[in-house]
């Protein structure tokens, strides 16, 4: 009987803990990208979602046919993908919507398995340096400084997967440090397009010096995909599907685990 209450009680912390950390890193996010001049404590984890938004662009791209010319990207963490060729309507939609479904994965992950933790992080951060040694290329666009932030910001993850053991149910250890860094990537990543919505309703779809140039995937989706429709009607559709994605994988994650733990009425 009282294994079966400390059983229970230790998995409701470890739901709790999770749950905690999540609000926490979602009003962290809010609060550093809506208060003047902390927004760019984030810019190394806003390159990061970028790269890879890129990459599943670059995925999407080279499945249906596209030959991928150059990607590059800002200091203020958008990119710009030059291309011939592939279908648009395919790969277009892959970047957004790829980083919601990602991100709102790695989030169930993250909170449902936790013992996948330290390699999920570790991963994570190979994928991103490795990416960016083979694709970006900053001697050739100059932008050494979204490179380096990247590249800094996974070798973060790579060290925080190997470093990152300790008591689960202790808030203050390097176990809570990686669970928190990856579930605000996490929520960068799903809500990629909410937090890209300022630009993506603001920027035009291509260059203006080279149509072969996407700047603004949602922008391009609406006006030669749909033939002109509402930019703000895809922006905000996308952003609603993100939403949803990541509300279910909250749902699966957390929500769900804690209705599962039984009650201690039934000890006897």
Same mark, same amino acid.
């Given at each position: 009987?009282?294994?079966?209450?400390?059983?229970?009680?230790?998995? @409701? %912390?470890?739901?709790?803990?999770?749950? &905690?950390? +999540?609000?926490?890193?979602?009003?962290?996010? =809010?609060?550093?990208?809506? #208060? %003047?001049?902390?927004?760019?404590?984030?810019?190394?984890?806003?390159m990061f979602t970028d790269n890879f938004s890129g990459a599943l662009h670059n995925i999407a791209m080279a499945l249906s046919g596209a030959s991928v010319k150059g990607f590059t990207l800002s200091p203020q963490g958008s990119y710009m993908i030059t291309y011939e060729g592939g279908a648009p309507?395919?790969?277009?939609?892959?970047?957004? =919507?790829?980083?919601?479904?990602?991100?709102?994965?790695?989030?169930?992950?993250?909170? @449902?398995?936790?013992? &996948?933790?330290?390699?999920? #992080?570790?991963? $994570?951060?190979?994928? $991103?340096?490795?990416?960016?040694?083979?694709? /970006?290329? *900053?001697?050739?666009?100059?932008?050494?400084?979204?490179?380096?932030?990247?590249?800094?910001?996974? $070798? &973060?993850?790579?060290? =925080?997967?190997?470093?990152?053991?300790?008591?689960?149910?202790?808030?203050?250890?390097? @176990? +809570?440090?990686?669970?928190?860094?990856?579930?605000?990537?996490?929520?960068? $990543?799903? =809500?990629?397009?909410?937090?890209?919505?300022?630009?993506?309703?603001?920027?035009?779809?291509?260059? *203006?010096?080279?149509?072969?140039?996407?700047?603004?995937?949602?922008?391009?989706?609406?006006?030669?995909?749909?033939?002109?429709?509402?930019?703000?009607?895809?922006?905000?559709?996308?952003?609603? /599907?993100?939403?949803?994605?990541?509300?279910?994988?909250?749902? @699966?994650?957390?929500?769900?685990?804690?209705?599962?733990?039984?009650?201690?009425?039934?000890?006897?």
């Open positions: 009987m009282l294994r079966q209450f400390v059983e229970r009680k230790v998995r @409701r %912390q470890i739901v709790h803990r999770s749950l &905690l950390i +999540s609000a926490i890193a979602f009003v962290g996010i =809010l609060a550093l990208l809506h #208060t %003047q001049g902390t927004e760019g404590l984030l810019r190394p984890v806003s309507a395919i790969w277009l939609p892959a970047g957004y =919507l790829g980083s919601a479904l990602l991100g709102s994965l790695i989030f169930f992950l993250v909170n @449902r398995a936790p013992h &996948l933790l330290r390699g999920i #992080t570790a991963l $994570t951060g190979v994928f $991103t340096v490795g990416y960016l040694a083979l694709f /970006i290329r *900053p001697d050739a666009t100059g932008d050494w400084l979204s490179w380096i932030a990247c590249a800094g910001f996974g $070798t &973060l993850l790579i060290a =925080l997967g190997w470093k990152g053991r300790g008591d689960i149910n202790q808030f203050w250890s390097w @176990r +809570s440090l990686t669970q928190i860094v990856m579930t605000v990537v996490a929520l960068m $990543t799903a =809500l990629h397009i909410v937090l890209d919505l300022p630009y993506v309703l603001s920027t035009p779809a291509r260059h *203006p010096d080279d149509a072969n140039t996407i700047v603004n995937a949602v922008a391009a989706f609406a006006e030669e995909v749909l033939g002109g429709a509402s930019v703000s009607l895809i922006a905000y559709s996308w952003s609603a /599907i993100a939403i949803a994605m990541l509300g279910f994988a909250f749902y @699966r994650s957390i929500t769900q685990q804690l209705k599962q733990i039984p009650k201690n009425d039934d000890i006897v």
